[in-house]
């Protein structure tokens, strides 16, 4: 059974084992606007926490993405490459960003489940 | 441009706005729209489709009267006043003794005053400007009170038309007096999205109550700043602080077109204005760099502030402005490159996070203007 965490730069992660597939949050995309570009990691690259991982272009200015673990990018969402929007409109699912082998697995304990999220995000507004 | 310090201001539109969802953000020291529930896209979108109404009452309104105001302006800018008729407007720029862009504004001759309207982040220098540089005898009046409306797009005409049937014909860069919902507007056919359409300057009391007038026609929706920008790039429009500066010549700038005859080295009142030497000397002999459109290959947008280099990395330019061309479907940009390497076609890499990308040297504008030349009855204009 899969585990989703979240960061409190607006990130989750999905982990399944020793692995996790890693985006944004719906809040995060709502906060950024229309997505029209989003530039990933290489697959093979090692990441550590808070490395910048990603770039995520809006109509209005470009956000970094940190990893919210270190560890390994094993697999990209190609499929942005040509429909960026995937971002807003199924940020959880769809949209995506990376899969990563997850180097130390202590890193996913100061995350937040989604119900903390859900708190944190309505204590921002 | 630094932003101004202090508690920011609202427009007359500011409730109007939260009310309708916008996300804010600071600009030329006020609380402004960059975009509604729909977000920036549709907004774009919107306008080129049908008509945008955007709140620009940021914008300074500035009205010049007394001691031959025209002549007198005629000293601060490149620009013939002194001819321009009555009712017609003119794009014009205030020039430093280096022959910089000080500001870009639009003068309006209303028969015996001009109408200006200035950048609202310039606003405050350039009245102290106008003021130290014009004769006692001309009076200048900062219109305070004063809100500024712009209705852009295909539709704009057509909805303006119902309320105020004369403005559907009038003239682009004209002005004329209407009434909106009884209320007394000074309305211009001019716009910064290439789209036909009006800016409305008006009461800022009165301000509310005609954008929700025109909000109920079907048309027409709120379009915030984001889309402003992303439609006036697509225009190929400069941006004062990004695209046009102090440092910056209206030559390199492209802006030729803007500098009247009457003022050039051949024409009837050469020079006279500040950085004439430059300006003249950059007119007859070119100038060293260029404003140029960028189109990048691939999809990741390239910003402002990347830098720009030729086949052997040499730096030959910077990016001013650059984002996402809706309409276009894909990244677009402006820039300035050196004058040899300005010519449609040529190839040059921007780093965007340090990484090259590779840019074309194009035409602007990237999406074509539609103004309003007038109907075939009336004898269009070339």
């Keep these: ?119 944190y995000t309505a204590s921002l507004e | ?103 870009d504004l639009m003068v309006t001759n209303l028969g015996d005053r001009l109408f200006l309207v200035v950048n609202g982040a310039c606003k405050a220098a350039d009245v102290a400007h106008l003021r130290a540089g014009l004769p006692g005898a001309c009076v200048l009046d900062v219109l305070e009170e004063r809100a500024l409306l712009a209705l852009q797009g295909p539709a704009a005409a057509r909805v303006l038309g119902r309320l105020a049937p004369r403005t559907a014909r009038q003239a682009f860069m004209t002005a004329a007096e209407a009434e909106i919902e009884g209320v007394g507007c000074l309305v211009s056919r001019c716009g910064y999205t290439g789209e036909d359409g009006f800016e409305i300057s008006l009461p800022a009391g009165a301000c509310e109550a005609v954008a929700r007038r025109l909000l109920a026609e079907d048309e027409v929706a709120l379009i915030g700043l984001g889309a402003r920008d992303s439609l006036r790039l697509e225009a190929g429009l400069c941006l004062y602080g990004a695209d046009l500066d102090e440092h910056t010549t209206p030559v390199e700038a492209g802006l030729g077109w803007a500098l009247s005859k009457a003022r050039r080295a051949e024409g009837a009142r050469p020079g006279g204005y500040p950085g004439e030497e430059v300006i003249l000397a950059q007119l007859a002999d070119g100038p060293p760099r260029r404003r140029v459109g960028l189109k990048p290959d691939g999809r990741a947008p390239v910003r402002g502030g990347a830098e720009l280099a030729d086949d052997a990395g040499r730096r030959v330019g910077t990016v001013t402005s650059g984002g996402y061309g809706p309409t276009v479907g894909g990244p677009i940009a402006m820039g300035y490159v050196e004058a040899a390497l300005a010519a449609a076609g040529t190839v040059l890499t921007a780093l965007v996070r340090g990484k090259p990308q590779a840019v074309q040297v194009t035409r602007l504008p990237f999406v074509k203007h539609n103004y309003y030349r007038g109907s075939a009855t009336e004898g269009a204009r070339p």
Excluded: C
Aim: glycine residues 12%; hydrophobic residues 40%.
């Design chain 2, 1 to 103: 441009m630094a932003e101004p310090e202090g508690e920011p201001r609202r427009t007359p539109l500011y409730h109007l706005h939260r009310e309708s969802g916008a996300k804010f953000a600071r600009f030329a020291g006020y609380d402004m729209p960059v975009h509604y529930p729909g977000g920036i896209l549709s907004e774009h979108h919107h306008t080129r489709r049908a008509a945008g109404l955007f709140d620009v009452s940021h914008m300074g309104q500035l009205m010049l009267s007394g001691g031959a105001a025209a002549a007198a302006l005629e000293a601060l800018m490149p620009i013939d006043v002194i001819d321009l008729p009555a009712g017609r407007q003119r794009y014009a720029l205030l020039t430093n003794a280096s022959g910089g862009i000080l500001d």
């Design chain 1, 1 to 119: 059974m899969s585990d989703l965490k979240f960061s409190e730069e607006h990130e989750w992660i999905r982990v399944d084992g020793d692995s996790g597939v890693v985006g944004i949050t719906d809040y995060a995309q709502q906060q950024l606007g229309d997505i029209v570009f989003v530039e990933l990691p290489e697959v093979g690259r090692q990441l550590a926490k808070g490395d910048e991982a990603a770039v995520v272009e809006s109509v209005k200015a470009a956000s970094e993405v940190y990893a919210i673990v270190g560890g390994e990018v094993t697999e990209v969402n190609g499929s942005l490459d040509d429909d960026p929007a995937q971002v807003n409109s199924d940020p959880m699912g769809g949209g995506w960003f990376f899969k990563i082998k997850i180097g130390d697995a202590g890193e996913l304990d100061g995350l937040m489940d989604e119900s903390a999220y859900e708190e």
